[in-house]
Every structure is written in structure tokens, then in C-alpha cells.
């Protein structure tokens, strides 16, 4: 079992950046692939980023490949999302997943554990 917290969210004008955090419980958590999921208003929740139960491996969609990077800190149980050169439609609610499959995963099926979100707003 282990429980997610998403932080870092705020408003932020276009080409600024923002850092999310998610914050894991238990002692477990090196065990999970991590990763990071947005939901639009309007649109279906789709997937970010991934990164492997040791950093070394890490996936990212289309969208955020060259502009946002996922890490790990397993000593500290989080994981975070660096986003820079942030778009007006990066805005939507983001949500940190656990996976306990045997690799990061872009499929949002395989997760087991969500955050309840932080909310990212980019203005034009």
C-alpha cells in the first residue's frame, strides 16, 4: 500500500517553470515505478512522464519530452516533475501514480496507486 500527496501547483505565466512534488508514504516505495498523468478540462487524463524504481530509466510523452523532467529521491519517498518553457496547454490538474509493474509505463491502466492532484494554470 502507499499513499500519494502532489504538491506545487500554482499559476505561472507562459515560458515560466514550476516543480511538482509528490510525496509517498510507506516504506515501500522503492519498489514502484513512478509517474505523472494530466487531465485537461474537457479531455481525458493522459500521461507525462514515467521514471524507473531506481532513476536510471525514464519515459516521457511527446508533449513534454525536452521541457519537463522526472526524478526520484527514494531516501526522501518523493518524486518530482521539473516543467520549464510551460504552454498555455500544459494547464490541467496533474497526478503522481505508482506502478508496481516491472518497468515505467506510458499506459495509465497499469497504475495502482493516484494522488487526489495539483493543479497547474499557464496564462497566456
Known amino acids: 500500500q502507499i499513499h500519494l500527496v502532489e504538491s506545487g501547483g500554482g499559476l505561472v505565466q507562459a515560458g515560466g517553470s514550476l516543480r511538482l512534488s509528490c510525496a509517498a508514504s510507506g516504506r515501500t516505495f522503492r519498489l514502484y515505478a513512478m509517474g505523472w498523468f494530466r487531465q485537461a478540462p474537457g479531455k481525458e487524463r493522459e500521461f507525462v512522464a514515467a521514471i524507473s524504481w531506481s532513476g536510471g530509466n525514464t519515459v516521457y510523452a511527446d508533449s513534454a519530452k525536452g521541457r519537463f523532467t522526472i526524478s526520484r529521491d527514494n531516501a526522501k519517498n518523493t518524486v518530482y516533475l521539473q516543467m520549464n518553457s510551460l504552454k498555455p496547454e500544459d494547464t490541467a490538474v496533474y497526478y503522481c501514480?505508482?506502478?508496481?509493474?516491472?518497468?515505467?509505463?506510458?499506459?495509465?491502466?497499469?497504475?495502482?496507486?493516484w494522488g487526489q492532484g495539483t493543479q497547474v494554470t499557464v496564462s497566456s
Open positions: 501514480a505508482a506502478d508496481r509493474s516491472r518497468g515505467p509505463s506510458k499506459r495509465l491502466y497499469e497504475y495502482d496507486y
